[in-house]
């Protein structure tokens, strides 16, 4: 894979996860919250969640895979033990808690949901907050990730 290949690749997945994220955390959540009774939001948002959980996991397998490659190819490992690169830090647990959310979390908790043992209005609560949270630390880390790439910090 070519260095413009993995950066298009890279910067793509970014745009269409977290993308995705700003659209579930700030359109498909307040909706159901406003056009659903407390206790139907959770299935609903279930509902909508199968359909883009597993977009959401090819992108960020895509991320993952086109940092790596970046961070081999150009030899930035470097970068990890220098603070003024807190970014790269950023980055990397970002992509690490959206990978154990998508592939560990969700499939634990949807085999807990399908067990019967579901709390809808507290969990969707619950959901929604954790949302806005992986939001705003995502948006910090893209500001800090372009700021920082380009020499602003």
Known sequence: MGDALARALHVLSIVVWIGGVAFVTLVVMPSTRRGY???????????FEEHFAPQARIWVLIAGASGLWMVYRSQMWGRFVDPRFWWMHAMVCLW??????????EPLAHHHRTAGAVHPTRDFVRM????????????????GAAAGSHGLL
């Not at 009774?37 to 509902?47: G, I, K, N, Y």
């Not at 949302?131 to 893209?142: D, F, G, K, N, P």
Request: charged content about 20%; aromatic content about 8%; overall charge positive.
């Open 128 to 143: 929604e907050r954790l949302h806005r949270i992986v939001l705003l630390l995502s948006v910090a880390t893209i500001m």
């Open 96 to 105: 690490a808690i959206f990978a154990l959310m998508l592939f560990v979390i």
């Open 37 to 47: 009774p407390p206790a139907e939001r959770l299935a609903v948002f279930r509902r």
